[in-house]
């Protein structure tokens, strides 16, 4: 069964610092890779996807995450933040189960606070 | 504009009461989930469906049940049998069709007082 671990429950950072969301999974099989964002009291939208091909992924908002299958890891990044990015962050996988069906498992989550 | 709208946002109820949370997309989806989100414990799948009159247990299906008449509902029943019902209820729906994969969208979500 896979499994994903985000490493931190929560990140303060000010205003224009770099940040990085970990992220490692648990898979015996190849999977699909996925950050999603929450804002307070909201669905979730997703960031970005890993489906195959180039380890880096860029996604809206300015962020990018790089899949490395040596260590199982899918880590979140921008560069510079800015206050509207104060959310939720979900690393989820995605494994095929059958059928036409994919089981996505979520890590539980990391927030990220941006401080002025 | 295409989306899921989950109804209502809010919703109360005594314990004891069964209650029934809606689902709906017009994004001609053919597969559909319901997540319950807890603080500090991700999302956990708790039904989903990959066809119309179909659908199966997901990690945490107990005290739930849910139905799929129609492609582009999926309500989720919420009984008195489950035993902590007070939660953030996500419904979500995905393209399934064809060879390549496509992600799960997500709609606002519910969020459950049961008292």
């Known amino acids: 069964a896979q499994s994903v671990t985000q490493l931190d429950s929560q990140v303060p950072v000010f205003e224009e610092a770099p940040v990085e969301l970990r992220c490692n999974y648990s898979?015996?099989?190849?999977?699909?890779l996925f950050w999603y964002v929450q804002y307070p009291n909201q669905g979730l939208q997703l960031l970005l996807k890993y489906l195959s091909g180039s380890t880096l992924v860029k996604g809206i908002n300015g962020f990018e995450a790089e899949f490395n299958k040596s260590q199982t890891s899918f880590h979140l990044r921008k560069p510079s933040v800015h206050i509207s990015d104060t959310a939720e962050y979900f690393c989820?996988?995605?494994?095929?189960?059958?059928?036409?069906?994919?089981?996505?498992?979520f890590g539980k989550g990391t927030l990220l606070t941006v401080n002025p | 504009d295409g989306g899921i709208t989950q109804s209502p946002k809010y919703l109360f109820r005594k314990e004891g009461q069964n209650v029934t949370l809606s689902c709906e997309q017009n994004l001609n989806h053919d597969a559909m989930y319901w997540y319950r989100q807890d603080p500090g414990q991700g999302l956990r799948l708790i039904y989903y469906?990959?066809?119309?009159?179909?659908?199966q247990k997901g990690d945490i299906a107990e005290g739930y049940s849910v139905s799929r008449e129609k492609k582009e509902s999926f309500p989720l029943t919420v009984t008195s049998a489950q035993k902590n019902p007070t939660a953030f209820y996500l419904c979500?729906?995905?393209?399934?069709?064809?060879?390549?994969?496509?992600?799960?969208?997500f709609g606002p979500g519910t969020r459950l007082t049961v008292t």
């Open positions: 898979s015996s099989v190849s999977v699909y």
């Open positions: 469906s990959q066809i119309v009159n179909d659908f």
């Open positions: 979500a729906s995905r393209r399934s069709t064809g060879t390549v994969y496509h992600e799960q969208y």
């Open positions: 989820a996988v995605s494994l095929f189960s059958g059928g036409s069906n994919y089981k996505l498992t």
